[in-house]
């Protein structure tokens, strides 16, 4: 152990002159972050607030009750503005000009299509440069229409029991019923970072693969500079050779991912969360992150190869995990394959600790941990080849 | 004593028989040269003793210590410094030789006698990356002396250095001979083997063709050193005179001169000098024709060192 803190503390010393390694680990990191914040963080981002029109061609109870309860009742918490348009066209329009964020067209007839159990819909406009805003309104209408399709099975149900009172006023009454606090079931779900955390963390969890893979990779180094051979020759366990550079990885990264939460924290006021929970999540993650880059390292045949194969590994699994946007916009199959990645686990992770104690984090931790025991044991055996001249 | 001992030394990579039953060993104070053509084993041959790599038949002993991949004891006995620079180019001088001596669990004092014994003090605290060429090679030398080992392993320590520094090396690896230290040489510069060690080793390959001190191998192909002598005087009573001197084997006159066939021409020449003149010939020139290891390997090898 001894050997392998004095290889690593080597490399440290050496990493800690190297500029690059600054830019990789913390200035590209938050300036993406920043910048991506300063572009995206603003749509719904803290105190942003949606403006959406409504056009209401039916004034039937469920039209009214969409608008009176469900969009006021959030343009009253502050959410949301809402503003009526006369008409369809005039609703588009305001879309178009950029007046409006989204616009909710609820059509003629549709209170008595869904009282008459037909095909009903409220059709949402988007702007097309606010996607995240189209997303919500979106959201809201179909939670809306869920809620109307449940309704619908009750009062059938309630009719097919007997009960005497006409169905169209059993519609209505639970028309009338339905909750007003169906946005805010939609958009504090406890699997939802703010803007600048997403960011901050998608960002962080991203480049930590790109800066831990200076640690695994020195072996390649060491043998390109011939010092793998004097290590070798050296009266050092091999192991200790391979510890001493996973090591390095490992506290590169932890220190990139300390100091870009701290900046983030600081500089964006991103809220990362628990720091209890926290550390678990960036000791899980450097640990996969080291893991992943170190099969890659030991599956080389030099330092440049390894690092053009990193970086590719590193961008497929950071855009699959979510580190540039919502894993959960990109659909199922997308989603699914996600949880190869640990970026996924990571920001998921966070997400948890947003919503719960430090104990919510542990799932993610553990998949994180596994990956990096899978990888990391993948990767010693893989480096044998490389510690045998 | 014998500080080094390889008995049957044998690897293989793939189809290619690197090395072949290689034997020898190296006593206290020894400096022994192995010499041999590019792609001959040696390389191979060091990597063994220095537990880099494991052999697949044979045995390495240093010291008493058998050697081997994970021999950390017999590891502390041997100092090695590779063909290639094998420096930390963005450490200073001084951070690269604390960070050996630590691994070696060598002094922190001896990180300062080892820069003093290279000439390396007064710049130990420059980033080896802005050393000139001969810098580094008498870094990548300290680096391999600092834990005072009992064998040290120069792989071609003065390829491509300039003059300076390559008398640099060779005296400090003089010094380190006389202090006991056994050392093990291989170079492509055949002067530094003659000037530089008791015995040598010629590997060719993957086989040690031949051994011995540069006169036993010289005797070994049957050459013998000669001078020749340009004369004014009685030639034939100046060849009589000096075939009666013990060691000179033969004396044949070519016109003006006369060319003998000695043991040791160095110490031959001043009695025949002193024969000749003491019986009134004049000596015009002498010219005096060693056999040396660059002939030895020729003829052993059909190549030239360099090659």
């Not at chain 1, 960011?199 to 991203?206: I, N, R, T």
């Not at chain 1, 919502?326 to 919503?355: C, K, M, N, T």
């Not at chain 2, 390889?6 to 206290?28: H, K, N, P, Y």
Request: include cysteine; glycine fraction near 10%.
């Amino acid at each position: 152990m001894r050997h392998a803190l004095l290889i690593a503390l080597r490399d440290l010393r050496e990493r800690a002159r190297d500029r690059t390694a600054y830019v990789l680990a913390l200035v590209l990191p938050l300036g993406l972050a920043g910048v991506f914040t300063l572009i995206l963080g603003n749509i719904g981002g803290d105190g942003e607030v949606f403006r959406y029109a409504v056009a209401d061609a039916d004034r039937g109870v469920i039209a009214t009750t969409f608008t009176d309860e469900v969009l006021r009742g959030a343009a009253t918490g502050g959410a949301i503005e809402l503003r009526t348009a006369s008409s369809a066209a005039e609703a588009r329009a305001m879309v178009d000009k950029g007046q409006a964020t989204a616009a909710f067209l609820l059509p003629e007839g549709l209170t008595e299509d869904v009282i008459a159990g037909r095909a009903a819909r409220i059709e949402v406009v988007g702007d097309v440069d606010a996607p995240t805003g189209t997303q919500v309104a979106r959201s809201l209408a179909e939670a809306y229409t869920g809620r109307l399709a449940a309704v619908r099975v009750a009062v059938a149900a309630t009719v097919h029991s007997g009960v005497t009172t006409p169905p169209a006023d059993l519609a209505a009454e639970a028309a009338a019923s339905l909750p007003s606090t169906v946005v805010a079931e939609d958009t504090t779900g406890r699997r939802q970072l703010e803007p600048k955390t997403q960011y901050a963390a998608g960002m962080a969890v991203f480049f930590l693969f790109f800066a831990v893979q200076s640690g695994v990779t020195g072996l390649l180094d060491e043998r390109r500079i011939g010092t793998l051979a004097r290590l070798l020759a050296a009266p050092v366990r091999r192991s200790s050779i391979l510890a001493g550079k996973l090591l390095t990885s490992v506290v590169i990264g932890v220190l990139s991912m300390t100091v870009l939460i701290v900046a983030s924290s600081l500089l964006m006021g991103a809220h990362w969360g628990h720091p209890a929970g926290v550390g678990l999540l960036v000791l899980a993650g450097v640990l996969a992150a080291t893991g992943a880059m170190a099969v890659v390292a030991a599956l080389a045949k030099t330092a440049d190869q390894a690092g053009g194969w990193q970086a590719v590994v590193a961008i497929v699994l950071g855009a699959l995990g979510g580190a540039f946007f919502p894993v959960a916009q990109a659909g199922r199959a997308l989603e699914v394959l996600s949880l190869v990645a640990p970026h996924r686990w990571f920001l998921r992770g966070l997400a948890d600790l947003a919503g719960g104690g430090v104990a919510a984090v542990l799932p993610s931790v553990a998949a994180m941990t596994a990956f990096a025991a899978v990888t990391c044991a993948v990767a010693l055996v893989l480096f044998r080849k490389v510690v045998r001249p | 004593m014998s500080v080094l001992s390889c008995s049957g030394l044998s690897r293989r990579f793939g189809d290619v028989q690197a090395v072949d039953d290689v034997s020898f060993s190296i006593a206290e104070g020894e400096t022994y040269g192995l010499l041999g053509p590019n792609g001959a084993g040696k390389t191979t041959t060091i990597s063994m003793i220095t537990g880099v790599l494991e052999p697949d038949a044979g045995e390495v002993v240093v010291a008493g210590q058998p050697m081997s991949t994970s021999a950390i004891a017999a590891k502390r006995l041997v100092g090695y410094v590779p063909q290639e620079l094998a420096l930390y180019p963005d450490l200073t001088g001084r951070e690269n030789l604390r960070f050996f001596a630590s691994l070696y669990g060598a002094a922190r004092a001896r990180v300062d006698h080892v820069l003093d014994v290279v000439g390396l003090a007064d710049r130990a605290g420059d980033l080896a990356r802005e050393y000139s060429g001969g810098m580094k090679r008498r870094l990548n030398v300290a680096i391999g002396l600092l834990h005072e080992p009992r064998l040290l392993v120069l792989d071609e320590p003065t390829a491509g250095v300039d003059p300076q520094s390559r008398n640099q090396i060779m005296d400090n690896v003089r010094a380190l001979a006389a202090e006991g230290m056994a050392i093990l040489y291989t170079t492509h510069y055949m002067e530094e083997a003659e000037r530089l060690c008791d015995r040598v080793g010629v590997i060719d390959s993957g086989r040690l063709i031949a051994e011995g001190t540069r006169r036993e191998l010289v005797e070994q192909l049957g050459e013998r050193d000669r001078i020749s002598l340009l004369l004014d005087g009685d030639l034939a009573h100046a060849a009589t005179m000096l075939g009666g001197i013990r060691d000179v084997k033969s004396v044949a006159v070519h016109g003006h001169g006369l060319e003998l066939v000695v043991d040791d021409a160095r110490e031959c020449l001043p009695v025949v000098l002193s024969a000749v003149t003491s019986n009134g010939v004049v000596v015009r020139s002498v010219e005096v024709n060693e056999p040396n290891l660059e002939t030895v390997f020729l003829h052993l090898t059909g190549k030239a060192l360099r090659e």
